[in-house]
């Protein structure tokens, strides 16, 4: 199937480099919520204990669909928790043999503060300047009167799907036991969520959108099409991706978004900029500061050049 941006597209950062310098550090956001932490798994000795904390900070990477839908698995979370018991295992290991104390260990670590610092010193920062929900939607009202354009959009289908990504006997059968669960009474929704291998759409319980149904593959086409009634959904059928059960939301003519249907999307796209205003300005304060030492910059590049040159002798 054909993937599409949303009919809003995206809001452009400044043509600067701050976007990869914040990529090289590894930006992203690590708080974990005020509650009480709750010990998933522990053992050894010493006692090494791995938290709903720890595990809500290790995915914090993930963007949040994604991360609500993986941590909902408990069989996903059993794993990642028992990761993170032996990596801190191994780390306590490496503190008893005094590792912890060499230069090398001192840099990294220095590193790994610096990088969490910085993203908590963001964060604060965002939760200190973020735009109100007066200012946001002055903003999109501004934005939706004053780019009619963006906002036109050709006659769409919204459907939800349940995938299997197999065209196997075994994957036919996996599909039709979710689907004997449908005519159950099983909410499409849910079954997507445990059950479709999507992983853009199962974290948004299938949902797939709207979107111009002639850009699907042609099964997809015919079952869609078939399908009258909003909430109706289709038997199990496969395409080369593998098996599906789709679903219809909505069907709308072509012609614009009403303020209404594009308020939100609008707001969050204003709160982005601001943010991402914010963190240019931070990092464009500090790269003001910088001061290069070219000498030392080209000794330090030609000494991974000899080694480069020294390693391709090998080959």
């Known amino acids: 199937m054909n993937r599409r941006c949303g009919p809003l597209g995206t809001v452009k950062n400044r043509n600067w480099p701050v976007a990869a310098l914040l ?49 909902s698995d408990a069989q996903k979370v059993d794993v990642t928790a028992k990761a993170l018991f032996v990596r801190a295992v191994l780390a306590e290991q490496a503190k008893s043999a005094g590792l912890d104390k060499t230069p090398e260990a001192q840099t990294r670590l220095k590193l790994a503060q610096q990088r969490v ?4 010193m963001l964060e604060q920062l965002e939760q200190k ?12 009202e501004a934005e939706y009167k004053s780019n009619p354009q963006r906002f036109m959009v050709p006659a769409e289908t919204k459907a939800s799907h349940i995938l299997i990504f197999s065209g196997s006997d075994e994957a036919e059968q996996r599909i039709r036991a979710v689907y004997r669960q449908l005519q159950e009474g099983g909410d499409f929704g849910e079954l997507a969520f445990k059950h ?48 599906h059960i789709v679903r219809l939301d909505d069907r709308r003519e072509a012609g614009k978004l009403s303020f209404d249907e594009v308020r939100e999307v609008l707001m969050e796209q204003g709160r982005k900029a601001a943010m991402d205003g914010l963190r240019d300005d931070q990092v464009e ?30 080959y």
Do not use: C
């Open 23 to 71: 990529a090289l550090a590894g930006w992203m956001s690590l708080a974990v919520d005020a509650d009480a932490q709750q010990i998933i798994v522990q053992g050894g000795d010493p006692l090494v204990q791995v938290t709903d904390w720890d595990i809500d900070a290790d995915a914090k990477a993930v963007d949040l669909a994604s991360r609500h839908h993986a941590l």
């Open 117 to 120: 610092l910085m993203e908590l």
């Open 129 to 140: 300047h973020a735009p109100s929900k007066e200012e946001l939607l002055k903003y999109a």
């Open 196 to 243: 479709s291998e999507d992983a853009q759409t199962a974290p948004l319980y299938g949902s797939l959108g709207y979107f111009d149904p002639t850009k699907m593959v042609l099964e997809f086409q015919g079952a869609l099409k078939a399908l009258q009634k909003n909430g109706q959904y289709s038997e199990p059928f496969k395409t080369r991706y593998g098996w």
């Open 285 to 314: 304060k500090s790269v003001a500061q910088i001061k290069v030492d070219e000498k030392a910059l080209e000794a330090f590049a030609a000494k991974h050049k000899k080694l480069a040159d020294e390693a391709r002798k090998k």
